[in-house]
């Protein structure tokens, strides 16, 4: 088995044996990581508003495996974020992750989600990504 892929199994958004992730599938479409994320009620913050850190925590992940497609193996170094606007539980969304820049060992992310039409988006991230291999 692919030791990437295995050390993956248990993430909480993508692992698909963990048991109360999210199963996220991530794929790459292009040069950009992408995933379908239809957040449920139990992923409220209040008033059926998607908790931020949730979003953050997505954004993160297909910003990382936009590096874990591309065979590399990496970790969070520095992240921020941009709100929109409220997403809305039960929303149709999809997340993007997109290559900036790559420097040494360091590679720059943006991240976004947006409506599954793409008329808006809710969120986006800029992150620093330092290459583990």
């Not at 908790?51 to 993160?60: N, P």
């Not at 990382?64 to 591309?70: E, R």
């Not at 999809?94 to 790559?102: A, D, I, R, S, T």
Request: charged share 20%; aromatic share 10%; net charge positive.
């Amino acid at each position: 088995m692919n030791k990437l892929l295995s050390d993956a199994n248990n993430c909480f958004v993508c692992g698909p044996h963990n048991p109360v992730g999210l199963q996220l599938k991530f794929r790459l479409k292009g040069d950009v990581c992408v995933a379908d994320f239809k957040p449920g009620k139990n992923l409220c913050g209040y008033n059926g508003i998607v908790h931020g850190g949730i979003i953050f925590t997505v954004l993160d992940d297909v910003m990382g495996n936009w590096l874990f497609l591309k065979g590399k193996k990496a970790f969070t170094a520095k992240c921020s974020i941009r709100y929109f606007a409220e997403l809305p539980c039960e929303s149709e969304t999809q997340v993007e992750g997109h290559l900036l820049k790559q420097k040494g060992r360091m590679t720059q992310m943006k991240g976004i989600i947006r409506s599954a039409e793409g008329d808006q988006i809710f969120a986006e991230t800029e992150g620093f990504f330092m290459n583990a291999n």
